[in-house]
């Protein structure tokens, strides 16, 4: 599986982006995700979908603020971004988990051996 995210930028607070996260490749994913990482912390969960059938989860920071989505015919997930704080600003990277993962490792980081490389996306207060 190959991934490839675009949408990153600058913002100022309170706005919105979108990313997107386009995949290619043979390898079937049961889950793509969003991870973000800031300097000196661990990557961390930001959503995921389940590609067969739509099913959505969220970290508790971005609950009601951020949409993921997928769009099969293109082959890509999108995370829309409303509402953005400065704390949103971070590296994004899109992610593909095992076929195998189940609801439960949905948000696991160990559960995703296919990464794209990162966008990054600035909020400025």
């Known amino acids: 599986v190959q991934l490839q995210a675009s949408g990153g930028g600058l913002v100022q607070a309170g706005g919105s982006l979108r990313l997107s996260c386009s995949r290619s490749g043979r390898t079937s994913s049961r889950y793509v995700g969003w991870f973000r990482q800031t300097p000196g912390k661990e990557r961390e969960f930001v959503a995921t979908?389940?590609?067969?059938?739509?099913?959505?989860h969220y970290a508790d920071a971005v609950k009601g603020r951020f949409t993921i989505s997928r769009h099969s015919a293109e082959n890509t997930v999108y995370l829309q971004m409303n509402s953005l704080k400065p704390e949103d600003t971070a590296v994004y990277y899109c992610a593909a988990s095992r076929s195998g993962t189940i609801t439960s490792q949905a948000r696991n980081i160990d559960s995703y051996d296919y990464w794209g490389q990162g966008t990054l996306v600035t909020v400025s207060s």
């Open positions: 979908i389940k590609w067969t059938d739509r099913s959505t």
